[in-house]
């Protein structure tokens, strides 16, 4: 049986099942390089104000940098009796370094330590992920540069409504992804504040230099209130959030994807290699990235949720249920990234059907609304021209035929004010130019958009 680190206070060892039930190390092992980081950051500091000699300091970061290679390697025995990543590494550090080993968690406890570790953590994956964002929007843009000049129908209500650019509909997803992007840098800079040195929760005795500390590492800055510093939880919850409405944009593209790519539109070939095959039916190509993407989405959801959940009922300052703030979060860490990585790839590979797009536009009087408009540059109230359109579509309905079979003579029928003109009016790309208000579907403010956002891309990659 292993030796507590609180074995002081104890008469007889932990039962089995309570270690086993208690243990975070089998998870929070991933924060190794974290927790050996802010050791000797905390060592240097406890040097530097002369807390421990600069013996015991370079015994122990010597130790430290000993024991990090000895995971790296694979070499290094984690034990649940020792609970967690703190005091799995601090136990081999004693028995590598003896009383020094013993001197590291001098002004320290592992309710900021760990709080440490997740924060540095959490910050380094937070950057990874901005710049996947990034990445993804990149293609948005480049696909929307490649395929400028089709046209497909913008669905409300999942009906045909107008024409609009393809690469306008692009642009939306990289739209959201800018604010993602926004999103995680927002949150970062409340990721990004050293607990290190609110110990147990009320502070230390210790001379200490929380400020040296915090700088080492890299924050901006340094919590404030050791109470709440211990007790937070906010920042993992907001980065979770973060990362579902990133997921929800996914999971919407994905649900584009999948419609788009059945027969029924076939609108897009997503490339072989993010397809998968029947094992019975032997003409299906499935798009299972997008099916996982989407599915995906509810396991960052729930663990939002499970964060939340966990946090509601805690009285200050540190709980133990806190621990179970770790798994949550690794996974959505996880997700995010594999999700964003295969998208990018994905997108790549994405080829569009411009024949099938046009065809969806024919039949579903998609420029209803530009007949509408232009009986009301005319000086028709819009509601009167509505109405006048409305019947228009619904004689043409009858008859079986397209806005454009109509001839002149009837659409005469409904309105005098209806000349020759009309004819370029109802064309899809007449109606598309048309639509030239800021951030409409014309081709020059799609080109303009395309222009600003690699501007941006560039700047911010
Ligand atoms: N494994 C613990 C956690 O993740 C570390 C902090 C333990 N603190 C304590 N007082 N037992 O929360």
């Known amino acids: 049986m292993a030796k507590k680190a609180w074995g002081g206070r104890f008469a007889s060892q932990t039962h089995n099942i309570a270690e086993k039930f208690s243990e975070s190390v089998s998870f929070d092992r991933r924060l190794y390089k974290e927790d050996i980081r802010g050791s000797i950051a905390h060592v240097k500091m406890l040097r530097e104000t002369r807390i421990i000699s600069r013996k015991d300091a370079s015994r122990i970061t010597k130790g430290l940098r000993e024991i990090e290679k000895e995971i790296d390697r694979g070499e290094f025995e984690f034990s649940e009796s020792y609970e967690d990543i703190h005091l799995n590494i601090e136990k081999r550090l004693i028995e590598k370094t003896g009383s020094s080993g013993a001197m590291v968690h001098t002004a320290r406890s592992r309710n900021d330590q760990v709080l440490t570790d997740t924060r540095l953590y959490l ?20 696909l929307s540069a490649k395929n400028l000049g089709m046209i497909l129908p913008l669905y409300t209500h999942m009906q045909r409504a107008q024409p609009v650019l393809l690469s306008h509909h692009l642009l939306a997803y990289y739209e959201m992804l800018k604010r993602d992007r926004e999103r995680f840098i927002n ?93 019975i039916m032997p003409q299906k190509k499935n798009p299972d990235m997008s099916e996982l993407t989407r599915g995906k989405t509810a396991r960052v959801y729930g663990n939002l949720s499970a964060l939340l959940t966990l946090m509601k009922g805690l009285p200050l300052s540190y709980n133990r249920d806190m621990q179970e703030d770790k798994e949550p979060l690794f996974d959505t860490v996880d997700t995010v990234k594999l999700c964003l990585r ?111 956002a690699r501007r941006f891309l560039k700047r911010c990659m």
């Open 123 to 142: 910050r380094g994956e937070t950057e990874e992920i901005i710049s996947l964002v990034c990445a993804l929007a990149e293609q948005f843009v480049e």
């Open 187 to 279: 949150c970062l800079s409340r990721v990004d504040v050293s607990p290190l040195g609110t110990c147990a929760g009320a502070g230390t005795s210790f001379p200490i230099d929380r400020d040296m500390t915090a700088e080492d590492l890299g924050f901006k800055s340094v919590s404030r209130n050791s109470i709440d510093a211990v007790s937070d939880r906010d920042f993992c919850a907001e980065f979770v959030f973060c990362c579902s409405i990133l997921m929800m944009h996914l999971s919407r593209l994905s649900e584009e994807l999948v419609l788009w790519s059945a027969k029924e539109f076939d609108f897009i070939d997503l490339g072989d290699g993010f397809t998968t095959g029947s094992s």
């Open 342 to 452: 295969v998208n990018i790839e994905m997108l790549k590979t994405l080829e569009f059907k411009e024949e099938n797009m046009k065809k969806a536009l024919r039949g579903g009087f998609v420029t209803a609304t530009d007949v509408a408009d232009y009986l009301a540059r005319k000086g028709v109230p819009f509601r009167s021209a509505h109405e006048t359109v409305g019947k228009i579509v619904s004689y043409a309905e009858r008859g079986g035929k397209e806005l454009s079979d109509l001839k002149l003579s009837e659409f005469r029928r409904f309105s005098k004010k209806i000349d020759e003109d009309i004819f370029e009016v109802i064309t899809f790309s007449g109606s598309v130019e048309s639509r030239n208000s800021p951030g409409g579907t014309s081709t020059s403010n799609v080109r303009k958009e395309i222009a600003n």
